[in-house]
């Protein structure tokens, strides 16, 4: 069973930086970093994986946010930089036990999620 524990979420001003950590129990072949907002789907937008084309971001994040790992794969982040009103969302660590991950619906298992606010 994999166990997946956030932290790091909090509030910042347009233009900060936040750097998310999540705790990893388990084996997992896939790893990310999905957000939501209220009334709207749970997007994936950063996840680490095996072979060709990890890591992935979604657009809205590329050249802002960087995903990684600990050499012991027990912990992963989201370093957020340049952070803006529109990143404001309940991030949550996601895992795939086996297999790639380019959207929130490849994955198996989920953490309870951090809040993230930017305010203008």
């Known amino acids: 069973q ?3 524990v956030e932290s790091g979420g909090g509030s910042v001003q ?6 998310l950590s999540c705790a990893i129990s ?3 072949d896939c790893v990310g970093w ?8 749970r997007l994936l937008v950063a996840s680490l994986g ?6 992935y ?3 809205s994040v590329k050249g802002r946010f960087t995903i990684s790992q600990d050499n012991a794969k027990n912990t992963m982040f989201l370093q957020m930089n340049n952070l803006k009103p529109e990143d404001t969302a309940m991030y949550y660590c996601a895992a795939r036990a086996w297999g790639h991950c380019r959207v929130d619906s490849d994955m198996d298992y989920w953490g309870k999620g951090t809040l993230v ?3 203008s």
């Open 26 to 28: 388990g084996n997992t």
């Open 50 to 55: 095996t072979g060709y084309g990890y890591p």
């Open 14 to 19: 347009t233009g900060g930086s936040l750097r």
């Open 34 to 41: 999905s957000r939501q907002v209220p009334g709207k789907a």
């Open 2 to 4: 994999v166990q997946l």
């Open 117 to 119: 606010t930017v305010s």
């Open 57 to 59: 971001y979604a657009d």
